[in-house]
């Protein structure tokens, strides 16, 4: 099997909606947000033209640099902006910082070079963003031949919620027909809460019916992609910038101008960095997930069972027949037996193709008469295949079950508009590597007050905190013994930002307040807006400001991807032959590759060290180290760092200290035997113990006891010479009274007190 490039141009996929705004009204700029009794300067006259060294540049031409003048009159309005933001804010930032990134920004000379900005979080870059825009905007609307020369933006951010506040304040004051900033989207709850969504049965995406919907004719959401095809400014999340570079980014990367053509927007802000290799994965869920939407049309389009039911069964012929094949297909004959071949490349054999071709009848159905019923897996699907029939190859991983993986190659540059990337941890991150040549990287940090950052690692195997380790029943309760003696050890007004999995954030945050005080656990900083308390979890406080109170930072994790995604993020960093060198290593030294082996590959170990380093520093940035005004310690504490990404991490700090608790956890080995199980049930030792756990001393015959917990009279009297229950015993006050049959338990006055 063999290899190939997608060149797919014919597949279309569903249009992306949007939300909306264009070119401001007459609002003095010193009432947006401008705290300031003086306006922002407008030094423009009526013989502009002659000072513009030497012309405006034309959009025709593709991207030209801008005149001396239009530099010096963006620089000043932008940084006019800038400085009222942070005194109505009552925050320091650094302005020659920014005034120098802004200037390098205005005076480019050519988008064959994305700019990378590692400015670190909390230096102000969503201020500087907002005062840019605003910037812009002033002077599009002041001169049509500025409206017409920079064209316009598209700015690409991570959530929703922060695009429609941006366009909130872009928008203000302009007629509902000639927008700003459209906010391109689906259904959303931020768009809901805005209104913009007119029907008050739908809550939630899936709800939406689009042009189905009885209020279609007069719903926002409907008209933001006709809307953003002339409006200044478009933004989108993350992840509709990346569904759109699938299909083609000329709907956002062109604007229609007042001169009635289309012109290439001048810049592309993003906020963060983002997936700059394609990879599209496709495996069983994929193919149900397209299955199961096909069901859903049933209501959304009113199509009829039996229309649904020939959809299914297409599918099922032409994608889950091929996709099965090849699964039984990658695996070696062995001694003992047919074995899966964990990774390798997959290719489509000319025979294959042949046997298969109904798939082409299905797939042009899709893309033509049937593109109304096409959904996103299947969109996926569809690329995947139509880059195997191509004669494309693709990554396959049996790791965490059959995947084929469509990498394409990273792109940061789109069109001729100039990318503009913030990422602040792009020094540390591997995914550059296969666009250094395209990339210009602005490292130099903004002034910020003296901090000092202070890592306690507890280095003992049982801090272990994997996912895997995190299953283990005594984990719990030893991590919340410790996280609650980091608490109680604290300062009186210290706050932490305690973060893990998400699977985790609730039912430890429950486990915490029920083995606090309440002065304690009111130092733990929670998610907002939640129906029970919960703590942060990984993926969830992405660009948070909403935790830079504290002081002390507590992960309880770390954000491993599983291995099949690294598998694929590797080749996308490095290129496919990296692993297969390494495999092709492997392979002469022993007759197969075992899951551990691939964890083992050094190209996955650098590339997962690189990526928990960014991360962790990620989590940390969201305590106070991000307020640029902090001078004081933060406190971060680590549960058995992994050893590379912690080495890494420390080098991004620089002057960090380091704190080692390598001591095994007092009464581990009680704690291990409590939890213990025997045939799905917990031991005898676990059952005392629990039962002690919640004894409130009333006195209890010994036989009772017995009986109630299960335990033969053979078996207590083994357990009653045990040194750990003779510990336990002790530490409960258990007192013996009686003897023989007659003897019962009571508990000390001391502790019943």
Same mark, same amino acid.
């Given at each position: 099997?063999?290899?190939? =490039?997608?060149?797919?141009?014919?597949?279309?996929?569903?249009?992306?909606?949007?939300?909306?705004?264009?070119?401001?009204?007459?609002?003095?700029?010193?009432?947006?947000?401008?705290?300031?009794?003086?306006?922002?300067?407008?030094?423009?006259? #009526?013989?502009?033209?002659?000072?513009?060294?030497?012309?405006?540049?034309? *959009?025709?031409?593709?991207?030209?640099?801008?005149?001396?003048? /239009?530099?010096?009159?963006?620089?000043?309005?932008?940084?006019?902006?800038?400085?009222?933001?942070?005194?109505?804010?009552?925050?320091?930032?650094?302005?020659?910082?920014?005034?120098?990134?802004?200037?390098?920004?205005?005076?480019?000379?050519?988008?064959?070079?994305?700019?990378?900005?590692?400015? *670190?979080?909390?230096?102000?870059?969503?201020?500087?963003?907002?005062?840019?825009?605003?910037?812009?905007?002033?002077?599009?609307?002041?001169?049509?031949?500025?409206?017409?020369?920079?064209?316009?933006?598209?700015?690409?951010?991570?959530?929703?919620?922060?695009?429609?506040?941006?366009?909130?304040?872009?928008?203000?004051?302009?007629?509902?027909?000639?927008?700003?900033?459209?906010?391109?989207?689906?259904?959303?709850?931020?768009?809901?809460?805005?209104?913009?969504?007119?029907?008050?049965?739908?809550?939630?995406?899936?709800?939406?019916?689009?042009?189905?919907?009885?209020?279609?004719?007069?719903?926002?959401?409907?008209?933001?992609?006709?809307?953003?095809?002339?409006?200044?400014?478009?933004?989108?999340?993350? +992840?509709?910038?990346?569904?759109?570079?699938?299909?083609?980014?000329?709907?956002?990367?062109?604007?229609?101008?007042?001169?009635?053509?289309?012109?290439?927007?001048?810049?592309?802000? /993003?906020?963060?960095?983002?997936?700059?290799?394609?990879?599209?994965?496709?495996?069983?869920?994929?193919?149900?997930?397209?299955?199961? #939407?096909?069901?859903?049309?049933?209501?959304?389009?009113?199509?009829?069972?039996?229309?649904?039911?020939?959809?299914?069964?297409?599918?099922?012929?032409?994608?889950?027949?091929?996709?099965?094949?090849?699964?039984?297909?990658?695996?070696?004959?062995?001694?003992?037996?047919?074995?899966? !071949?964990?990774?390798?490349?997959?290719?489509?054999?000319?025979?294959?193709?042949?046997?298969? #071709?109904?798939?082409?009848?299905?797939?042009?159905?899709?893309?033509?008469?049937?593109?109304?019923?096409? =959904?996103?897996?299947?969109?996926? !699907?569809?690329?995947?295949?139509?880059?195997?029939?191509?004669?494309?190859?693709?990554?396959?991983?049996?790791?965490?079950?059959?995947?084929?993986?469509?990498?394409?190659?990273?792109?940061?540059?789109?069109?001729?508009? %100039?990318?503009?990337?913030?990422?602040?941890?792009?020094?540390?991150?591997?995914?550059?590597?296969?666009?250094?040549? %395209?990339?210009?990287?602005?490292?130099?940090?903004?002034?910020?007050?003296?901090?000092?950052?202070?890592?306690?690692?507890?280095?003992? +195997?049982?801090?272990?905190?994997?996912?895997?380790?995190?299953?283990?029943?005594?984990?719990?309760?030893?991590?919340?013994?410790?996280?609650?003696?980091?608490?109680?050890?604290?300062?009186?007004?210290?706050?932490?930002?305690?973060?893990?999995?998400?699977?985790?954030?609730?039912?430890?945050?429950?486990?915490?307040?029920?083995?606090?005080?309440?002065?304690?656990?009111?130092?733990?900083?929670?998610?907002?807006?939640?129906?029970?308390?919960?703590? *942060?979890?990984?993926?969830?406080?992405?660009?948070?400001?909403?935790?830079?109170?504290?002081?002390?930072?507590?992960?309880?994790?770390?954000?491993?991807?599983?291995?099949?995604?690294?598998?694929?993020?590797?080749?996308?960093?490095?290129?496919?032959?990296?692993?297969?060198?390494?495999?092709?290593?492997?392979?002469?030294?022993?007759?197969?590759?075992?899951?551990?082996?691939?964890?083992?590959?050094?190209?996955?170990?650098?590339?997962?060290?690189?990526?928990?380093?960014?991360?962790? +520093?990620?989590?940390?940035?969201?305590?106070?180290?991000?307020?640029?005004?902090?001078?004081?310690? !933060?406190?971060?504490?680590?549960?058995?760092?992994?050893?590379?990404?912690?080495?890494?991490?420390?080098?991004?700090?620089?002057? #960090?200290?380091? !704190?080692?608790?390598?001591?095994?956890?007092?009464?581990?080995?009680?704690?291990?035997?409590?939890?213990?199980?025997?045939?799905?049930?917990?031991?005898?030792?676990?059952?005392?113990?629990?039962?002690?756990?919640?004894?409130?001393?009333?006195?209890?015959?010994?036989?009772?006891?017995?009986?109630?917990?299960?335990?033969?009279?053979?078996?207590?009297?083994?357990?009653?010479?045990? =040194?750990?229950?003779?510990?336990?015993?002790?530490?409960?006050?258990?007192?013996?009274?009686?003897?023989?049959? =007659?003897?019962?338990?009571?508990?000390?006055?001391?502790?019943?007190?």
């Amino acid at each position: 099997m063999a290899s190939f =490039n997608n060149q797919n141009s014919g597949l279309q996929f569903m249009t992306a909606m949007a939300s909306n705004f264009n070119v401001a009204g007459d609002l003095p700029i010193e009432d947006v947000h401008n705290p300031s009794n003086d306006a922002v300067q407008t030094d423009f006259n #009526a013989d502009t033209s002659a000072t513009l060294h030497p012309v405006c540049p034309d *959009p025709d031409v593709g991207y030209q640099p801008l005149s001396d003048y /239009l530099v010096a009159k963006l620089l000043r309005r932008t940084m006019q902006y800038f400085k009222n933001f942070c005194a109505a804010r009552q925050v320091e930032l650094d302005t020659k910082y920014w005034k120098r990134y802004t200037r390098r920004i205005l005076e480019t000379q050519s988008p064959d070079k994305a700019l990378v900005i590692s400015s *670190p979080a909390g230096s102000g870059k969503s201020t500087w963003m907002q005062s840019f825009l605003l910037a812009l905007r002033d002077v599009m609307k002041e001169q049509p031949e500025f409206d017409l020369s920079l064209v316009g933006v598209v700015v690409v951010l991570q959530k929703v919620e922060d695009l429609n506040e941006l366009a909130d304040l872009l928008n203000q004051d302009c007629a509902e027909d000639h927008p700003v900033m459209v906010s391109l989207q689906g259904w959303t709850d931020s768009g809901s809460r805005r209104g913009l969504c007119r029907n008050p049965s739908v809550d939630n995406y899936e709800a939406c019916l689009r042009q189905q919907c009885p209020y279609a004719g007069k719903c926002p959401i409907l008209h933001f992609s006709e809307d953003a095809k002339t409006a200044p400014i478009v933004g989108m999340t993350q +992840e509709r910038f990346c569904q759109l570079r699938e299909q083609g980014l000329d709907s956002v990367l062109y604007r229609q101008c007042p001169d009635g053509q289309k012109h290439p927007r001048r810049y592309i802000l /993003l906020d963060e960095k983002f997936q700059m290799a394609s990879v599209t994965a496709v495996n069983a869920d994929t193919i149900n997930d397209a299955s199961k #939407a096909f069901s859903a049309l049933i209501q959304k389009l009113d199509l009829t069972d039996q229309r649904v039911c020939g959809l299914q069964q297409r599918l099922d012929r032409t994608v889950r027949r091929l996709f099965q094949q090849l699964r039984y297909d990658l695996r070696l004959d062995t001694e003992e037996g047919k074995k899966d !071949i964990l990774v390798g490349v997959l290719t489509l054999t000319e025979d294959m193709k042949k046997e298969y #071709a109904d798939y082409f009848r299905f797939r042009n159905f899709m893309v033509q008469s049937g593109k109304r019923y096409l =959904n996103r897996s299947l969109s996926d !699907i569809l690329l995947v295949l139509d880059h195997l029939f191509q004669g494309g190859q693709c990554l396959f991983t049996k790791t965490e079950g059959f995947t084929i993986h469509y990498i394409q190659p990273p792109q940061i540059l789109f069109g001729n508009s %100039l990318s503009i990337i913030f990422d602040a941890t792009a020094q540390v991150d591997e995914d550059y590597q296969s666009v250094t040549h %395209l990339s210009t990287f602005l490292n130099d940090e903004p002034k910020r007050t003296e901090r000092k950052v202070v890592f306690t690692c507890y280095n003992h +195997e049982s801090f272990n905190v994997t996912k895997t380790a995190m299953n283990w029943g005594w984990k719990l309760p030893l991590l919340v013994r410790k996280i609650s003696q980091i608490v109680s050890s604290s300062k009186e007004n210290d706050k932490f930002f305690v973060c893990t999995y998400k699977d985790y954030s609730v039912v430890l945050a429950k486990e915490l307040k029920t083995s606090m005080s309440p002065n304690d656990y009111k130092k733990i900083l929670l998610m907002a807006d939640r129906e029970e308390d919960t703590l *942060p979890y990984f993926n969830g406080v992405n660009g948070s400001n909403a935790f830079n109170e504290a002081t002390h930072v507590i992960l309880v994790g770390y954000p491993r991807l599983p291995l099949s995604t690294y598998l694929a993020l590797v080749c996308a960093a490095y290129g496919m032959s990296a692993i297969e060198t390494e495999l092709e290593m492997y392979l002469s030294q022993k007759d197969k590759i075992t899951q551990n082996d691939l964890w083992q590959l050094p190209s996955v170990q650098t590339y997962m060290a690189h990526h928990l380093a960014a991360r962790m +520093e990620q989590d940390i940035y969201r305590c106070a180290q991000r307020r640029p005004d902090f001078n004081g310690e !933060i406190h971060v504490h680590l549960f058995l760092p992994p050893r590379d990404a912690y080495r890494l991490l420390k080098e991004r700090l620089p002057g #960090a200290t380091q !704190i080692d608790e390598d001591e095994e956890p007092a009464n581990l080995l009680q704690l291990k035997r409590s939890f213990r199980s025997y045939q799905g049930n917990k031991t005898s030792y676990g059952r005392l113990e629990s039962f002690l756990s919640e004894w409130d001393g009333e006195e209890i015959s010994v036989t009772q006891l017995r009986e109630q917990l299960g335990i033969s009279a053979a078996v207590w009297k083994d357990l009653m010479k045990d =040194n750990d229950v003779k510990a336990l015993m002790k530490k409960h006050g258990i007192v013996p009274v009686g003897r023989a049959a =007659n003897r019962k338990w009571t508990q000390s006055r001391d502790l019943c007190a």
